[in-house]
Structures are given as C-alpha cells and as structure tokens.
C-alpha cells in the first residue's frame, strides 16, 4: 500500500483558483463517501483551508492513483482537469508523509511558524475518522503528525515572534507598557491593515480604542466589530491628550500629524509618554514628531527591521523541527516495518487465548467443588501464566522484523507456532474489516493514543507493506 497527497496551495495556485476548490463544512461528509468510493482509495482525509486543498490517501497501488484523484476533482467540483491539473502537487509516500508533518509543525504555511493549520489538520483527521473514511494507516499517521505540531511549537519558539508588520507593531507596543489593559488606543484609518492591528490588539488585552477615520461609516464598522469607538478623524486629532498609543495606517499622501499639535496635547498631559508607530506608506506623522519630549515615535522601517530579525530566528527554528521531522519519519517507518506481524501476533494472542479457556473448562469439569471466587483466583493466576510466557517471544519477533531479515524471521516465526490457518481466517476477517476501517468510532485522539494493540489489531490488513 501507498501514502499519497494530492493538492493545491498558496505557492501553486492564485486565490481565484484556491476558491474554487474549497469543502463546505456540510459537504464534507459527501465529499469523504465520495472518495472512500473511488478506486483504489483505501483511507482518504481531506484538508481544506484558505490556503490549501490537499487530499490525503492510502491506496493499495500507484499505478493511476492520480488519475483516480483528479477524476474525484473534477466530479466534485466540476470543473475539467484540464483547467486545474498544471496548479496540482502529488507527493508519494516518503515525500507525502514528510509533507504532512511539514504542514501541521506550520513549516509550509505561507508565515512559517503559524499554529491554525495544526488545528485544521486535527479537525479535518477527526471528520474524517467519524465518517469512517481513515482506518490502521492514517488512525497511526494523523495522530503522530498532529502530536508532532504540538512538539515543534512547545519545544521551540518558532511561534512566538511577530511576523507581519500589524502584529510587530503590537509587540512594540507590549515591550513599553507590557500591558494593554488600562491603555487607551488611537488608530488612524480603518483599512485591512488598521484590522489587523485592532484585532491583534484586542488578543493582547486592549479594550479601550478609538477608531477615526475621515469617513466616518467606515470608522463605525470597524469599531463595531471589536466593540471601539468610531470616530471622524478631526475629532480624534483633538483627543490626543487623551490617548497613550496611537497607530497610524491611512491612505493620506500627506502628514495627519504634524509636531504643533503634539506639543500642544502633549502640554494637556504631563510626564505621560505617548507611543506612537506609523506604519503608513507614505507616512502619516512628521518624522520631526519623534523630537518631542516624552514621545516616541516608529515607522515601518523600525518594524520591518523587528519582522525580519523575526523571520531569520523562525528559520532557525525551523531546522530545529526538521530534525524532528525526520526522526518522526523513522519511527513511523519502523511502525510499517512492524505492521505486518501483528497478524502473527494476534494469531498467537488467539490460539493461547483458546488453549487457556478450554484447559480452564476441562479442569473446572474435573473439580466442581471449587467455588466462584476460587474459578477467579486459579483463571487470573493461569492468564498471567500465558501472558508472561508469551511476553518475550512478542516483543523479539518485534524487533526482528524491523531489521533486514524480518520477512523470514516472521514465517519461522509463524512456523514456530503452526499459526498458519489462524492467520489465514484472521486475514478474511481483515479484509472484511476494510470497508468499515473505523468500527470503534473513535473521536479524540486522547482515546486513539489509548487505544491497546489488540484493539488495533482487529483492522490490520493483511496486504504487504511497499514504502
């Protein structure tokens, strides 16, 4: 079997392409059916962000699998391939696990670092498990892609820094006050990147902001959003005495603010700095504002200047998650490695199971005398008995299958223990278990990370093992 993705992003894809392509939260089970349906698809999870559409699959050949995908495409949504085919990516197997891995640590977003995708991921893996679309694959893969996100961003910092000017300008602002709770905030101008910064202010604790703008409309839709205070943008020029920071982003091409009225407000407000950054371009506060006594004024070279520093410590951060990266592929490799005797060991875990149960019947015939709670001790001393005896064979045919020789130490093993017609049942039985890979219907990943072997081993297939 194979892992493959298939998908289009933010690097492939204009957003006018990106948009057609997008899975509607009540269309997504559909969606899932559909690709469950589709030939050779074993498991399949979608994810579908702003950014993206991947689809992720375990197939049991390569051979057409793309073309099989795109036919879902181009069904799905209508759309021939032919318009959509030069903006896809295919990943096989090494390259589509690291790639998933590379998603959820935020290493292939569009600003590296960034924690949503990891939360997008873990829904989409979670959808699609409720609707029975993963199975032992990608139960196994998901789980350990969206454990390994939560490693990279909890033993580095590779999220902790801003990264885009709005966000820059906020943590400029916390490293003066250290908190914005009892600051009031001006922002002059109500465009996307004025927005931003209201936004990012109000995750960091703002709650008193004015919004001016010359249209005032605007400036009322703005502050609706985060509960601020419209404002037309003459009045506010006359509050500045009222304000500690003040955010400049408007469209003016020429100066909102000039070192006169400053000084007069600053006279209205002694011993109080007035902090402000201008990340308008062109400027919208005289650069002379900054002369001022007790202001301190910035413009988008100081952040640009505090973003790049930012970039080059995520980028350093990130060769540290790729390091983790590769690790996590080992050991996800030494999982597929070890997949293929758990048949075996189930087999084995059956037989002992049944030669257990049939000594207990046999010898509880030949001594009725014994009473209930004597049947529990001499069953609980007996299991323990099988389990310690089995104990080490398991975990040695384990480790012997991971190395170069595992296909033959697996069939002596299997000879060993006549566990061939046990198998072959137990591989019917699998196959079965195919077309309802997730019949525990397991929701969190608390529970799937608790889930025991045996549990686990009900689902297997038997098919070999290719990556």
């Given amino acids: ?41 074993l498991e399949g999870v979608i994810v579908a962000t702003c950014n993206r ?82 199975g032992t694959w990608f139960n196994k893969l998901f789980k350990q892609a969206v454990t390994l996100g939560k490693r990279a961003h909890s033993e580095t910092t590779i999220g902790e820094s801003a990264v885009s000017v709005s966000y820059a300008a906020v943590e400029l602002g916390k490293r003066i006050f250290g908190t914005f709770s009892d600051k009031k905030v001006l922002i002059l101008g109500a465009g996307k ?18 919004v001016a703008n010359r249209t005032l409309a605007r400036a009322e839709e703005l502050a609706r959003k985060f509960q601020g205070t419209p404002s037309g943008m003459r009045e506010a020029l006359e509050r500045l005495h009222e304000v500690d920071i003040i955010i400049s982003s408007t469209g003016a091409d020429e100066y909102v603010l000039n070192p006169a009225a400053v000084k007069e407000s600053m006279k209205k407000r002694p011993s109080q700095p007035l902090f402000m950054i201008d990340i308008a371009v062109p400027r919208n506060i005289d650069p002379a504002v900054g002369e001022v006594s007790n202001v301190f004024l910035y413009d988008i070279d100081d952040l640009e200047g505090i973003v790049e520093s930012n970039m080059e410590m995520r980028r350093t951060e990130a060769a540290k998650i790729e390091v983790m990266i590769e690790e996590e592929m080992a050991a ?15 087999a084995l875990q059956d037989k002992s199971n049944t030669i257990h149960e049939d000594t207990l019947e046999s010898l509880f015939n030949k001594l009725p005398e014994l009473d209930e709670r004597q049947r529990k001790v001499i069953r609980r001393l007996t299991k323990s ?66 889930q025991p072997d045996e549990q686990e081993l009900a689902r297997i297939s038997l098919a070999p093992v290719v990556l």
């Fill in 193 to 210: 990147m004025s927005e931003l910064t209201v936004k990012h202010l109000y995750a960091n604790g703002a709650a008193d902001v004015i």
């Fill in 53 to 134: 559409t991947e689809i992720y699959v375990v197939v049991d050949r390569l051979h057409m699998c793309g073309y099989f995908i795109r036919s879902f495409m181009e069904q799905w949504f209508d759309i021939r391939r032919e318009e959509f085919t030069q903006h896809l990516y295919i990943y096989e197997d090494e390259q589509a696990i690291s790639h998933l891995f590379k998603v959820t640590c935020g290493l292939d977003s569009m600003v590296i670092g960034e924690t949503q995708i990891l939360g997008q991921v873990r829904n989409a893996f979670l959808e699609s498990q409720k609707q029975r679309a993963t």
């Fill in 1 to 41: 079997m194979h892992i493959v993705v298939v998908g289009l992003n933010y690097r492939t894809a204009p957003v006018e392409v990106r948009e057609r392509f997008t899975f509607s939260e009540k269309d997504l089970p559909e969606a899932l059916e559909m690709l469950k349906s589709t030939k050779s698809v």
């Fill in 332 to 346: 996800f490799h030494q999982w597929l490695k070890t997949l293929g005797v758990r048949p075996a060991i189930r």
């Fill in 385 to 450: 008995i099988v389990n310690q005896m089995m104990h080490d064979p398991i975990n040695r045919i384990k480790e012997m299958t991971g190395g170069k020789n595992g296909a033959e130490a697996l069939e002596y093993f299997t000879q060993l223990f006549a566990l061939e017609s046990l198998m072959k049942e137990n591989e019917q039985g699998a196959s079965k278990a195919l077309n309802n890979p997730n019949p525990t219907g397991v929701e969190s990943l608390v529970t799937l990370a608790d």
